[in-house]
């Protein structure tokens, strides 16, 4: 019965841990001044999906800024990362 709670105790509490995630996520984007103008032409592939399919407008500013950061890391040149 101890291994039952614990192993619910640990799956709740990653429920938890995701919705203050996104909550805290979401806050961010929230308070952010403003997204660039050229963000709708972030285009390509983030964790298996493509960026410009995701429906639910938080996980798409998120991975925005997840390819965003892919992109600086490769050693883009900012430019085209900013999309102008």
């Known amino acids: 019965m101890e291994r039952i709670q614990s192993n619910f105790s ?3 509490d990653r429920k938890v841990e995701r919705s203050a995630r996104l909550c805290v996520e979401e ?23 493509r960026v410009e399919e995701i429906e639910d407008p938080l996980m798409q500013k998120i991975r925005w800024m997840d390819k965003r950061i892919d992109e600086l890391a490769r050693g883009k040149a900012m430019e085209k990362i900013l999309r102008q």
Do not use: Y
């Not at 660039?36 to 999906?49: A, E, R, S």
């Open 10 to 12: 640990v799956t709740f």
């Open 27 to 49: 806050v961010f984007f929230e308070e952010a001044p403003k997204l660039n103008p050229n963000v709708d032409k972030i285009k390509g592939v983030v964790c298996g999906v």
